[in-house]
């Protein structure tokens, strides 16, 4: 799962119908019953989908689950509000059911004598506006959608997604193309059949389908395994992106292949939506990834440099976090709870990794590269809720708290083994080269600990004490005290240890790095982060706030709105120039701020000017950093 973004010639509008037949299981052996599942999209204009399953059974009472935990969503997401219009039939004849009554995700069928099937229809009503979710959030426009199996099904109780069989077909809107890394049997005209796969590689193989869809390969011809990109846009215009950007994502595959030395997929695609009428995020998969960004995110400038970061961190997942998976995220089925204490590995080191990769295909420059990192460590170093919360309940707690709203943020902040994590893994990084006198780098544990022998897609598990002795079989070195005292350490400020000697210093400026300015919008939203602790929308209303810092101790909250500043009407330009103004004058910046209704003067004794964080090198240490992010 990506979050961070902003948590990324051959163009022909083609089918992207490449059939080249596998073996039917080329992953997980499956050996139970077999479904047979159509999908009816042909309405995803409406945000409403069809299916039928055929499910094998037998007399008395069938036990139907709709997933649950979502591989990668690292929680209980599947979007049962969304599950509409079920219905289970034998032979014609209609059967009852009944929801479970501790369990809302499970149903019970009633199969009467002499039946060996059942068949369930249900219709998925595809939310219609931006709420909560990830791929059970937005997902459909007039012009595109992207199929999420798990959306779209029941499976039978009692046996592992390995071992139960779907055939499954789609029928998509006339005229529309699709991308995906299932295997295509066949097509009649709009309706595609794919190869019979185990339910897990089903849920694990997103479809991207549109008007408007794109392929561009991204290894030369004949080279094995092959990737491409395919992407669906609400715009023909939004697909026509410089070929530089092709080129970046070409690097990346060249460079990820070089970083872990083999490649467990047959056949990767990244299958990336531009629309703005989509949910954002990225979602990780064996061989693809489901990511979503703004319409004009490839074509504009700033739009690249806002997305870059996320296509690299859902590529390393097919590596990290899909072959390689914590033990107790690798569960049988759907409806098994997910326990998600190693996600600073699943997700902290693709972080890490991603932004790594991120440089080294050139899709970041080392200066944007730099940016994003300072970004990191700023936040960080000023995140307030690091005073009651360490780095290991961050992860453990994110079933939990991984949808907390935007408000208070800061305080709670809900999923930080990303960001802190990435300072946490250069730190790693800046050990094994400091302990091997450069000899090694974190780049050989990724060979040793994701490589192995390249082939389909696989699980190969792990714990803590794995990446324990794998650390210490590239450099020795008290790592359990290293990653023990990593995840309990409340601060004060941000672990900074491998920034450090990567040999680059945190310092702040007046002037917003490109990353900063492009992220707020030329400073029409209000970034006072790092100088009164404050983050607003363009008209004023307060994002958040930083407990302990001058806005929040003043009694500014996130909900409230800055309405003036030194009474003038708010607008980014007053908010600015009130800043800055301070810096020479005594008085306090003063402001008027409303909250339910009423409205009270606030004074922000603050004479600081802007702060905005950036790296600065520290020429008394060698330059590991920029090593790192050059491409191999
Ligand atoms: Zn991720």
Redesign the pocket.
């Known amino acids: 799962?990506?979050l961070r973004c902003g948590g990324r010639n051959f163009f022909c509008f083609v089918l992207v119908s490449v059939i080249v037949l596998l073996p039917a299981f080329p992953v997980f052996g499956a050996n139970g019953p077999t479904v047979a599942l159509s999908v009816d999209a042909s309405d995803a204009p409406r945000k409403i989908f069809h299916a039928q399953l055929r499910i094998p059974a037998r007399p008395g009472t069938l036990t139907l689950y709709y997933p649950k935990w979502i591989p990668?969503e690292h929680g209980p997401t599947g979007p049962i509000t969304d599950l509409t219009g079920l219905k289970f039939t034998a032979s014609g004849k209609t059967l009852k059911w009944r929801r479970d009554l501790l369990d809302g995700f499970t149903f019970h069928v009633e199969v009467p004598a002499g039946e060996n099937e059942v068949t369930a229809n249900l219709d998925y009503t595809s939310p219609a506006s931006f709420e909560s979710g990830y791929s059970a959030g937005m997902s459909s426009t007039e012009k595109l959608y992207i199929v999420n199996w798990n959306t779209l099904l029941l499976y039978p109780a009692g046996t592992g997604s390995d071992q139960l069989t779907y055939r499954a077909s789609l029928r998509l809107p006339a005229g529309w193309k699709f991308g995906t890394s299932l295997q295509v049997e066949n097509q009649v005209g709009s309706e595609v059949h794919f190869a019979p796969v185990s339910l897990t590689m089903l849920v694990d193989g997103p479809v991207i389908t549109g008007e408007y869809l794109k392929v561009v390969p991204l290894t030369p011809p004949g080279e094995n395994p092959p990737a491409e990109l395919d992407l669906a846009a609400d715009s023909p215009a939004a697909l026509d992106a410089p070929e530089e950007v092709w080129e970046h994502y070409r690097n990346l595959v060249k460079q990820a292949g070089i970083l872990f030395g083999a490649r467990h997929y047959t056949d990767y695609h990244f299958l990336l939506t531009l629309s703005d009428h989509v949910a954002h995020f990225?979602l990780?998969h064996h061989e693809s990834n489901d990511s979503r960004i703004d319409e004009r995110s490839l074509v504009e400038e700033d739009g690249r440099k806002m997305a870059a970061g996320l296509l690299p961190?859902?590529y390393v997942?097919s590596w990290n976090?899909k072959y390689r998976r914590p033990a107790d995220l690798a569960t049988s089925d759907y409806e098994q709870p997910m326990q998600t204490d190693l996600l600073w590995v699943y997700?902290g080191l693709?972080?890490y990794l991603g932004d790594m990769l991120a440089a080294r295909s050139g899709e970041r420059t080392p200066a944007l590269a730099r940016d994003a990192l300072a970004q990191i460590a700023a936040d960080l170093d000023h995140r307030s809720g690091r005073v009651w919360r360490d780095l290991q309940d961050t992860a453990d707690g994110v079933p939990s708290m991984q949808l907390a709203a935007r408000a208070w943020e800061d305080y709670r902040r809900p999923l930080d083994y990303y960001d802190e994590d990435v300072l946490t893994w250069l730190w790693a990084d800046v050990i094994i080269r400091q302990q091997t006198k450069g000899a090694k780098s974190l780049d050989d544990f990724c060979k040793l600990f994701h490589g192995g022998e390249s082939g389909p897609p696989t699980v190969k598990t792990y714990t803590f004490d794995d990446v324990v002795t794998a650390l210490n079989q590239v450099a020795p070195y008290d790592w359990r005290g290293f990653w023990m005292e990593r995840l309990s350490n409340h601060g004060p400020g941000a672990p900074l240890g491998g920034l450090e000697g990567s040999g680059w210093k945190l310092v702040y400026d007046e002037n917003p790095s490109d990353l900063d300015r492009v992220e707020n919008r030329d400073g029409k939203s209000i970034n006072a982060h790092y100088s009164v602790g404050l983050m607003a929308a363009a008209d004023g209303a307060i994002r958040d706030t930083v407990e302990g810092m001058l806005a929040a101790r003043a009694g500014i909250g996130p909900g409230m709105k800055i309405v003036a500043v030194d009474g003038r009407r708010f607008s980014a330009d007053a908010w600015h120039d009130a800043i800055r103004a301070a810096k020479t004058s005594p008085s306090p910046i003063e402001l008027i701020v409303e909250n339910t209704d009423y409205f009270r003067v606030v004074k922000l004794d603050y004479h600081g000017g802007e702060k905005y964080p950036r790296l600065v090198r520290d020429e008394s240490k060698p330059d590991l950093l920029t090593e790192i992010y050059r491409a191999k």
């Open positions: 799962m990506g990668g990225g990780e961190h859902e997942h976090g997700e693709t972080s």
